[in-house]
Structures are given as C-alpha cells and as structure tokens.
C-alpha cells in the first residue's frame, strides 16, 4: 500500500485527476457546440462537435501523466513496478470514462457516451504509445497528430469516411471499435512493461 502511495505522489495522479475534471467541465459547457473544419483536399467542409475533441484531450492528460522521475532506473530495477503502471494508469483511463459520461449528459447526440469511450479507448492508446516512444512531455503528439489528420483528411466527400479514420465512424462500425480498442491494448502492455521514455535527469 506504502510503495503504491508513493508511486501515485511521484506520478501527480492528483493534478491528473483535478485536469481531466477540469476538461470535462469545460466541454460539459460547450457540449453541443459545433466547429467547423474545412478539409485539406477539395472543397469538403464539416461541422464536427466540439465533444469530439474532450477524449483527445483526456487522452493527452492520460499521457502526461505517465512521467517518471526515475525512468531509466526503474526500467531495470523492480519487477513490481509493471503492475503499478498498469493499476496507474486503468485508474486515470476510469476516472476519465466517468467525466467523459458527465460531460455527455449534456450532449444531445445518438450514443454519445459510446462514441466518447470509443474514442477515450483509441486516442488513449495513441498517448500511451506517444510517453513510451517520445516521453510523456511528448505524448500528446501521438494523439493529437491523429486526430488532426483525422478530422481534415478522413472525410471521403460521400458522407461517409475513410476506415482508418476510426474517431469519425458510426458507432455501430466493428472496424473502428477494433481499431480503438487494439490501439488502447497496445499502449497500455507497452507502457505497463517499459514506462515512459523519460530522461532521469529531468525536474518535475
């Protein structure tokens, strides 16, 4: 219970949560506001909900939030700390469905929460992906690199989209569900085994 105590404090799981709070209650606001994003091939524009960036954005909280201050020595120290990683991080991916969930009681939109945690999954995956590779300073440039290109190329002008643009889709689409939640298994083993790409030597 100590070490994991400890772990949390080393990790501001408290400035993790009060963020992804904080996110929520801001889109919470705008819930159905809409943005318009004009496509970068032909002369396709959109309206996409601003709803759908609060998963982006949590996401980039749940990256971040896998700094460590001890990095490269824990990579090679304790057996233990894998299942530290992955109770962290589950808890901070929990706490960012349930504000997902609050912020959705506000959207007036077909199977909001499936699509918010559709998206939380994938986007989260990326992030993870983002700290493990670049260090979770960098980790928001995973997600956020793919959710730009996502929304400005993955319109195919048909009222449909491309299959890779999974955050687009339909919820009943069972490839962007797999897409999602394969990136989210991927992220969670890798970072769970190995941790963040961050350098010992950086301050908190």
Do not use: C
């Not at 299942?83 to 706490?95: N, P, Y």
């Not at 962007?176 to 394969?182: E, K, S, V």
């Amino acid at each position: 219970m100590r070490l994991g105590l400890l772990y949390l404090r080393s990790r501001r799981a408290g400035h993790a949560l009060l963020a992804l709070a904080a996110a929520a209650g801001l889109e919470w606001l705008w819930a159905n506001a809409m943005l318009h994003v004009p496509m970068l091939r032909g002369n396709i524009q959109i309206y996409v909900p601003i709803m759908f960036f609060v998963p982006l954005l949590s996401a980039a909280v749940v990256g971040a939030a896998m700094y460590s201050p001890f990095s490269e020595l824990e990579r090679t120290v304790s057996r233990s700390l894998p299942r530290l990683r992955l109770a962290h991080v589950v808890g901070l991916i929990a706490a960012a469905f349930a504000t997902l969930l609050l912020a959705a009681t506000e959207w007036r939109y077909d199977s909001a929460e499936l699509i918010l945690a559709r998206n939380l999954a994938g986007f989260v995956g990326l992030s993870l992906l983002g700290a493990s590779l670049l260090g979770s300073r960098l980790a928001w440039i995973a997600p956020m690199g793919y959710g730009v290109l996502a929304y400005r190329v993955g319109a195919t002008g048909d009222d449909g989209y491309a299959w890779w643009a999974w955050p687009m889709q339909p919820i009943q689409n069972d490839l962007a569900w797999t897409l999602a939640l394969g990136l989210s298994a991927v992220g969670l083993a890798i970072v769970s085994l190995l941790g963040s790409r961050d350098s010992s030597g950086e301050d908190g």
